[in-house]
């Protein structure tokens, strides 16, 4: 009966690469698995197809007219990235020639063809491996059941990996959320298509794509190594911080404790962590938590950042020959959380806090064997350095609003390369013309393309970044201007938009002030009008104010001046048809 729902077939690469270009292969990355494939092995794999090995089948679950990709990803990533130019095979690209798919985007000039070029029989031979496929059709339960099972069994994963294949609970798609916003390989949304995906492909193999996780804070600073964080010990970092958070009863750190979180044991003492692992969730809201953990992350980086201090070496110093130090780190992270958010005091002294770090946290860490660290010793040492570096702090006269912008910036940024419709930057308001004039076209477009975000779905959201050159020839001309160096952050540069404040409003708090004041001017719908005046920030990057205009439809059409706007790629179109107004009312409410 059950294996009515499950076909086995074959496709070729070819026909797979189809696949990709219909935009018919999707990821859930609810579920699914970092993409960290190295280089190697991608090109061991193309060298597979080369001489005709097998290799495992691909599984995928049939969606409407979609196939979501179960088992596979990884291979399919590097068989895409193959053939549109990404990396060689022994120093040798894909022959765009070779099949009539890539000789027509070579044609058009959508994809440029690499040199030195494989043989064509290579490329050829490459084009035509068929692959074992199976589709499976099921419900979303069945499908988490599915994924679980496949990856428990004969694959070499990582304990976390194991623990959080299929699991599903608040808990884990918190800690997931976390650790994905922390390493940078953010998406828009879960489900992206396949040829998105090597956007937030992690490497440091020297590709031209995807997320260098060299630059990483933890790597950087030696708290975690990079096979670590192929291994998902990044993942395993955050859930043991929020457990100790989350619980009265201060946990064990390590494999024992991860274990119960993620649902393995079903004594009392198990069920009752869990529940209480949700209920915090539940009790306290998920983003306010995400907010708080990443104010104190953010915190750390900056203190050391600023500082040109490495973690390690300035907690361990520089005789230590240990490559990771996570403890230390969470016990730092632990302190600081107490006493920022739990107590709600503020940093009253930088430097001498940063020299109490220095010479305290080994002073205050109680170590035990092996791979744990049993809870007394912990809750000890976290105890303890609150203790000792209290001192450099003082009660927040008002209640702190924790907002970690610099990471949500970097997040926005960086998921606009997944989702490009629904994000938009502007490198400022004023024409780039040395006038110090107010650009009166960029506000019009500010409001049209808000417009046509709102009409991209009822259920979407989007934002404009104010503040952000998307070209270094921009950021050249803002800094020959107005003197401003821009920060690079994901391939863009940060300018900000005080040096507008200051020339047009005399401060930043009168210029968000004149902004809100000319977008209600304008005449669009009153719903999406107020949602925006509602929500529209500015936010703090390294000492630059960034404008934060988010979009959240507001369940009807929207209309400029009684026109309508739609997003393609990353430009907004007016469209006066009356059968693409009707179908864009028909897409909206489909």
């Not at 053939?83 to 058009?108: H, M, V, W």
């Not at 290579?122 to 496929?133: G, K, N």
């Not at 503040?467 to 201007?481: E, H, I, N, P």
Request: charged share 25%; hydrophobic share 35%; proline share 1%.
């Amino acid at each position: 009966m059950a294996n009515e729902n499950l076909d086995i077939d074959s496709k070729t690469a070819e026909e797979l690469y189809e696949w990709y270009l219909d935009d018919k292969l999707i990821i859930n990355r609810r579920y699914q698995r970092k993409l960290v494939w190295s280089l190697e092995e991608k090109t061991a794999l193309i060298s597979s197809m080369t001489q005709q090995y097998p290799i495992p089948l691909l599984l995928f679950v049939s969606i409407d007219n979609k196939r979501e990709i179960l088992d596979g990803m990884q291979r399919l990533e590097a068989l895409m990235s193959f053939i549109e130019q990404r990396f060689s095979l022994n120093g040798k690209y894909f022959n765009l020639d070779a099949i009539a798919l890539t000789k027509q985007l070579k044609d058009s000039g959508k994809l440029q063809q690499k040199e030195p070029v494989l043989s064509r029989e290579s490329s050829t031979l490459i084009a035509r491996y068929r692959f074992a496929i199976s589709e499976y059709s099921s419900t979303e339960d069945h499908i988490d059941e599915v994924f679980r099972r496949i990856n428990s069994n004969g694959k070499i994963l990582s304990k976390q990996e194991l623990r959080s294949a299929g699991c599903v609970s608040n808990f884990s798609e918190l800690v997931r959320k976390i650790s994905t916003i922390i390493r940078g390989d953010t998406t828009h949304s879960d489900i992206m298509g396949l040829n998105k995906i090597h956007n937030i492909s992690i490497c440091n193999d020297g590709l031209d794509y995807g997320i260098n996780i060299d630059n990483h804070f933890y790597i950087r600073n030696h708290i975690i190594s990079r096979p670590s964080i192929r291994d998902s010990d990044d993942e395993e970092l955050v859930a043991n911080i929020l457990g100790y958070i989350f619980l009265d009863d201060k946990p064990t750190s390590g494999s024992t404790s991860l274990d119960t979180f993620y649902g393995e044991g079903s004594t009392s003492h198990a069920i009752h962590t869990r529940t209480q692992l949700e209920n915090y969730i539940q009790t306290n809201g998920a983003d306010k938590i995400v907010n708080n953990y990443l104010f104190v992350y953010e915190m750390i980086q900056k203190l050391f950042d600023a500082n040109n201090l490495n973690f390690r070496s300035h907690i361990l110093g520089n005789a230590s020959s240990s490559q990771e130090c996570p403890r230390y780190y969470q016990a730092v992270f632990l302190a600081l959380y107490e006493l920022i958010i739990n107590e709600n005091m503020q940093l009253d002294d930088e430097q001498k806090f940063i020299a109490q770090l220095g010479d305290s946290v080994q002073r205050s860490m109680v170590q035990t064997e092996g791979g744990r660290w049993a809870a007394s010793a912990r809750q000890k040492s976290v105890e303890d350095l609150c203790a000792l570096i209290r001192r450099y702090f003082k009660e927040s006269e008002n209640k702190f609003i924790n907002h970690a912008w610099q990471t949500l910036i970097r997040t926005l940024l960086n998921n606009s390369r997944t989702e490009q419709p629904n994000y938009d930057f502007k490198q400022g308001l004023f024409i780039l013309s040395g006038e110090n004039k107010i650009d009166e076209e960029c506000f019009i477009n500010i409001v049209q393309t808000a417009v046509a975000i709102n009409n991209i779905g009822r259920e979407s959201n989007g934002y404009i970044l104010v503040g952000v050159s998307d070209t270094k020839a921009t950021a050249d001309r803002v800094k020959a201007l107005y003197g401003v160096t821009p920060i690079e952050c994901n391939g863009y540069y940060i300018n900000g938009i005080d040096h507008e404040a200051v020339i047009q409003s005399k401060n930043i708090d009168n210029y968000f002030l004149f902004i809100k004041q000319k977008i209600e001017s304008f005449n669009f719908n009153e719903a999406l009008k107020q949602q925006i005046l509602k929500d529209i920030s500015l936010c703090s990057y390294e000492g630059l104010h960034v404008l934060k205009i988010e979009i959240k439809s507001v369940g009807e059409v929207c209309h400029f001046e009684n026109s309508y706007y739609i997003r393609q790629g990353t430009a907004t179109h007016l469209i006066t048809d009356g059968e693409a107004i009707s179908s864009l009312h028909r897409l909206y409410y489909s």
